[in-house]
């Protein structure tokens, strides 16, 4: 088995409160694009999935949210969700 570290965890909860959206929005984010990733910017693979419930690394998604103009550089959340 491969150990995983993952530095700042995040599920769709804590993303949704970090990005200031409602956890239906990250839901939608999850799923779009499984049809057709190319023309689409759907939320990053998870990191791991641990009993049905993905788990991403929070970096990985503020990098995403911040190349998908979902947050600018002045209100970026850092890890914990601190501004």
Known sequence: MTAITITDPVGISEIAER???????VNSWRSRGK?????????????VIIT?????EWETI???A????RLQGDEVPTAQGAI
């Open 62 to 64: 503020r990098a995403w």
């Open 19 to 25: 990005l200031n959206v409602q956890r239906q929005t």
């Open 66 to 69: 911040l190349s998908t103009g």
């Open 52 to 56: 049905k419930t993905p788990i991403w």
């Open 35 to 47: 049809e057709d990733r190319e023309r689409s910017t759907p939320l990053p693979q998870p990191a």
